[in-house]
Every structure is written in C-alpha cells, then in structure tokens.
C-alpha cells in the first residue's frame, strides 16, 4: 500500500452537533462545525430514493398488502414474496424500474402462484397495490433539507438516480430538493459504463468525483469500478435487489461509510 491511502475504508462519526437539542436556536451549520477534509469544487454525485428520500418503505408495505390479498392456501409469505423477488428481476430486465414494472411484476406473480387468468377485479386490485406508492408524499431523509443546499454552496451537485424519467423528475419537483443540483441524470441502470458517460457527459475529473448512496449493486461498487470516490449511506429498508457485497476501493480511490445523511457533513 506504500503511502497510499486508498484501501482504508474510513467510518464517519455522525457530528457532534447532531443532537437537536443541544442547538436550540437557528440553523445548524455543519460545514463550519466540522472541518471537512475535501475541499470544495468536488463533484457529488447523489442517489435520490432512499438516500434523499424514503422510497422503499412504501414498496414493502405495498408488497404486505398484496400477499395478505393473495392469501396463498401453500405457499408462505416468504415463498410468495421470493417469487415476486424472481418476477421482478425478470420484468426488470424487460420493462426497467418503476412502477409499471412493479405492477407488472405483482401480476406476473399472482399469475404463476395462482395458475389461472387474473380476473378484472383483482387486475384492479393489484393495481391499487402500486397506486398506493405513487401517491406518497415525499419523507426527506433526516439532514437532507438542511445540509443539501451547504453542500450545494460548496461542490456541483449532479442527482443521479435510476428509473422512470416521468416518476423520477416527479418525486424530484416534489421534493423542492431541484435548485441544489446542477444537472439531473435519470439513467435506466446504474453500470460501470453509465457513470463512465455521465463522467464524460459533465466532464468530471474522476479525482474529485464522488458517488453518494445507499445501494452497493448500483451506487458503490459500479462507481468504484469506474475510476470514482464512493460514499456508501446505510439505509436500513435498502430494497432486498440492490443487496450486495461492497467492493474494496482501488489505490487512490476512497470508499467511506456513514451511517446517515448527515454524516456527509463532516466529508464535504
Ligand atoms: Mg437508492
């Protein structure tokens, strides 16, 4: 490793100023709190479900909704929900993410486990089961209002985050979270060659380019391997297809762990 920093994985403390209620008053200004060991003028690439916002919660519950509907007479809810699992990385590979996927992947389920056509009435159901995910109100994850627009001030700020383009820009205008980025990227997958493109895309130096996020499969390890720092953020509803063994950084890369937003305050 010589005087190579790059394979340490660092854990960041969350800030002392954490508490509530040891700062009563005013806006809690963390970059100034907290000396930050990266110089402003980096570029931060940010995820945006369940980095900046709550997302998979309402999957969850949506899924418990649908296997107590489906009420399986010999498959446990385990076995239905690893055959939904089964169905959406299918319906994934063919129609994306989002949630005419995820209703796609519902019905494709119920199909197999109940061998028979899926009536209009349940098709109706089923649906409902999605809707119910559309219609959230965004929850920003804690520290995000506060400490994104700090970020802003002092780095270029890019959202990067997979999906539907129409449902992501959607949660993106509801979240009031737009004027802190300089660009948005709605890519259909997070791969190596993705973050490649976006690099180029916003000339970005890979030296003073970080990913931030919750997933290892597509916000950590892909970014590694494309030449990137990573900020790997625990979530601990990180959706079951985005698990994954994280990778160890490269020589000259960094690869740092926070166990919440906030705690990008003490990197940035
Ligand atoms: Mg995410």
Known sequence: MGNSPGKQRSIV?????DSVNSMPTGPRNYHVSMPSPYPSGQTLLIDADDTLWENNIYFE??????????DHQTHTPEQVREALNQAERETILSHGY??????????????????????????????SFAQSIAEQ???LLPGVAELLPQLAERHRLILMTKGSQAEQADK????????????????AEKNPATYAEVV???????????MIGNS?????????????????????????LEHAEISTAPDGQQL?????FRGLAAIF
């Open 137 to 139: 109100e965004i929850e």
């Open 256 to 260: 740092i762990e926070v166990d919440s």
């Open 172 to 187: 993106l205008a509801r979240s009031g979270l737009a004027p802190s980025f300089s660009a948005v990227e709605i890519v």
């Open 216 to 240: 290892p499969k597509s916000d950590i390890n892909p970014a590694l391997a494309a030449g990137l720092h990573a900020v790997f953020i625990f979530h601990k509803d990180t959706w079951v």
């Open 61 to 70: 519950r949506a899924i418990a909704a649908y296997i107590g509907y489906l």
């Open 13 to 17: 403390e969350r800030p002392v100023t």
């Open 200 to 210: 180029a895309r916003h000339q970005c130096a890979p030296k003073t380019t970080w």
């Open 98 to 127: 989002g949630l005419t996927s995820f209703t796609q992947s519902l019905i494709t389920c119920f199909e197999r486990l109940t061998a028979g056509p899926v009536s209009e009435h349940q098709h109706a159901q089923i649906r």
